[in-house]
């Protein structure tokens, strides 16, 4: 597994390099947990404030939803299969 060099500052404002492990590098990015969405994400991406996401949840309406002890997740492709359902198909007046 190769290792990579980061710095991060500690609190008294000295530079200090530690090895981080790839897989851990991973996690840090959003690279693993883009397949899941906080209700944050989920607002972000909506355009919508973060309690229409809440309220989503406990009345019905939004996309599926899991619990992980008390963090809520939405798997990417259940929200993009809950906002495929809402598009509206423009039917041709004549």
């Given at each position: 597994?190769?290792?990579?060099?980061?710095q991060?500052?500690?609190?008294?404002?000295?530079?200090?390099?530690?090895?981080?492990p790839?897989?851990?590098?991973?996690?840090?990015?959003?690279?693993?947990?883009?397949?899941?969405?906080?209700?944050?994400?989920?607002?972000?991406?909506?355009?919508?404030?973060?309690?229409?996401?809440?309220?989503?949840?406990?009345?019905?309406?939004?996309?599926?939803?899991m619990?992980?002890?008390?963090?809520?997740?939405?798997?990417?492709?259940?929200?993009?299969?809950?906002?495929?359902?809402?598009?509206?198909?423009?039917?041709?007046?004549?």
């Amino acid at each position: 597994m190769t290792r990579h060099v980061r710095q991060w500052r500690l609190g008294h404002g000295n530079d200090k390099e530690r090895q981080v492990p790839e897989g851990r590098r991973a996690r840090e990015g959003r690279s693993v947990a883009a397949k899941h969405l906080t209700p944050e994400d989920l607002a972000e991406r909506m355009g919508v404030p973060v309690m229409t996401v809440y309220a989503w949840n406990s009345r019905g309406g939004g996309p599926r939803y899991m619990k992980i002890g008390k963090h809520v997740r939405y798997k990417l492709a259940d929200v993009e299969a809950w906002e495929n359902r809402h598009y509206v198909e423009q039917v041709a007046v004549c």
